[in-house]
């Protein structure tokens, strides 16, 4: 079977044309820096001209034009001006092998070339961070951080907030270029493929390399509703109660009372004013805790698999449908490692997870609210079924 086309990244960070990989970057420390340093003289410059402009029309009469203040605000716009424009950006020639840094005021200036002829594997990683602030709740963020080996040492590529998907599309565009093997250990089991793969379905893959294919084995205590039907498999993962929504409003309504009391007694304000004010400022610090609490209680799923397609219905990431040709991986991201420090987030009341069912065009997330049996079993079961409605008629 042919292996499809790789689709166009118009739509990500990273741009394809032809043979490279480009990216001119938006937001990196030292490039905010450098906008946020120009952005001053920008200003004064500005302000100035637009003053000794009025004056030397006479605008306002009392106001004077001065040569030396004009040509200030020019030098200040000017230097401003250029700053803003600095952009950085990074090129993967795929004929030439090289990786190019540049930097330029709206296009490419200075660059440093890095030779590729002993690129191997692609390799995504992720790092999560914790981020607390002084009054607030501690979020977690994952950074996903796209790898390649060259010469026995590893090139950091790129690195994406939150985004595993991007991490995936970028990777797989480097592996598609280098004719380098891609591996995601980001998820279980880790994804292992040579670069001609990449675009090959789930289910063909097990067909044409002859892989066993996973045997469910059911858990004694499985919470999953399977219905078999001509069509073929419909599975219901049914409400979990994963949360109390009403724990957080609990907390809420302690810290209203703890400010209010502050407004009164300390500070003596008035009670027209401390209770609103009390009520307000508690229930945003609550609102997101609230919510995610609210999500994972009223989390429901239902998975439909046909030979053409699995559809995913989740009152958490919503609907979505993966045809089968396109469907090439289904891995769980495990989240276990730092749930208890998502204090805002859904993902702290997930047992261990979510199972991915990965296309180019998208993924669908589900089984949030199952244990690790069940996620094992859910999995092997969906992979066994994939691969027989892959089979030809």
Known sequence: MPIAKPPAMSRHVWKSQGRTLSRTYQRTDLLQGIHLAASLPLFVGTLTLVVQVMARLEVIPSMEFSLSWALFGGACFLSGLVGMLVQKGRVLDGDTRTLTDW?????????????????GAVEITRESKVHKGRHGPRLVEDVYEVH????????????????????????????????????????????????????ESLGQRYLRTG????????????????????????????????????????????????????????????????????????????????WSSWQARRLTETLRLTRQALRVESTLYGNHEIPLRELEDLVLRDVRGDKARREVQIERFFPVGVLCARSDRGQACFGGALGLEELHYLQALLVERIVELSRPV
């Open 103 to 119: 930097w330029g005021l709206a296009r490419p200036m200075l660059r440093d070339v890095l030779s590729l002829a002993k690129a």
């Open 148 to 199: 390649l080996r060259v010469s026995n040492r590893s090139l950091l590529v790129d690195r994406f907030l939150d985004d595993p998907e991007e991490a995936r599309w970028t990777a797989e565009g480097v592996s598609r270029l280098l004719g380098s093997d891609f591996r995601d250990k980001t998820v279980s089991p880790p994804v292992l493929k040579k670069s001609r793969e990449l675009d």
């Open 211 to 290: 892989r066993p294919v996973p045997k469910p084995r059911r858990p004694s205590a499985c919470r999953l509703r399977c219905l078999e039907s001509p069509e073929g498999l419909e599975v219901r993962i049914p409400r979990a109660n994963l949360a109390n929504p009403w724990k957080p409003v609990g907390s809420a309504l302690g810290m209203a009372l703890f400010l209010l009391l502050l407004l009164v007694f300390v500070w003596q304000e008035s009670w027209g004013f401390s209770v609103p004010t009390a009520l307000v400022v508690g229930g945003l610090m609550e609102a997101r805790a609230t």
